[in-house]
């Protein structure tokens, strides 16, 4: 079975600084995607990445997979309140199958 | 855009009736759909695989007696959960593809509650 360790699991942190979450695995994945989630509603898609070392960047995030593809980091630059939500990695595995992490809540207090 | 619904988005039932959440894929047809259960400030954990034409495949814990799955038609899925109780209380997701798994949909979920 295919484990992913995320971490870390909660983290609470004033609006404009900077924070990084890591996401870890003993297995090599395919590709790997980062998704955000709200309460109450189903996870939304940040990025995928599938090349190793590939770093992808989306405004004030930035995205890394690790060079052996076992590996991958979110790190949110200037974090604001809206940044606010559950950050899950998920692996992907055969048939279409994700494989996800337990998640990081990140709080960001104005 | 290529979207996943969910119905109901809530519903509260007595213990041990059976309740149906249906899964539909809008604009795309999804031969395979996933059912996830997350439980509050956890992750998402992977309940069975939706097939359409064949059988389900439930991940190892998961009582498939429990937790019925039909795969009706290429954009319909629906999760019945038979005989209800306290514990089976939780936010139900289901996802679908389209056409490789780093392009998936996931539904808005739905709260079940049961009393």
């Known amino acids: 079975t295919q484990l992913l360790e995320q971490s870390p699991q909660f983290l609470s942190i004033q609006e404009g600084e900077n924070l990084t979450v890591y996401c870890n695995s003993s297995s090599v994945f395919s590709s790997l995607q980062w998704y955000r989630q709200e309460p109450g509603e189903g996870p939304v898609l940040l990025v995928t990445?599938?090349?190793?070392?590939e770093v992808k960047k989306l405004k004030r995030l930035t995205f890394q997979f690790g060079d052996a593809r076992k590996d991958s980091s979110l790190h949110i630059t200037a974090a604001q309140p809206g940044d606010t939500g559950l950050y899950l990695c998920?692996?992907?595995?055969?048939?279409?199958?994700?494989?996800f992490g337990k998640g990081t809540l990140l709080t960001v207090n104005p | 855009g290529a979207v996943v619904s969910q119905h109901p988005s809530w519903v509260i039932c007595k213990s041990g009736t059976s309740v149906k959440i249906e899964c539909r894929s809008l604009d795309f047809q999804a031969t395979t759909m996933f059912w996830y259960r997350q439980f509050p400030k956890q992750s998402l954990m992977l309940m069975a695989t939706?097939?359409?034409?064949?059988?389900?495949?439930?991940e190892q814990g998961v009582e498939k007696d429990k937790f019925l799955i039909n795969h009706a038609s290429l954009t319909l899925s629906t999760l019945t959960v038979t005989s209800a109780h306290p514990e089976d209380s939780s936010f139900y997701i289901c996802?679908?593809?389209?056409?490789?798994?780093?392009?998936?949909?996931f539904g808005p979920g739905t709260r079940l509650t049961v009393l």
């Open positions: 939706s097939n359409e034409g064949s059988k389900a495949t439930y």
């Open positions: 998920a692996g992907e595995g055969s048939n279409y199958k994700l494989t």
């Open positions: 996802s679908a593809p389209l056409g490789r798994a780093d392009t998936q949909y």
């Open positions: 990445v599938v090349t190793g070392g």
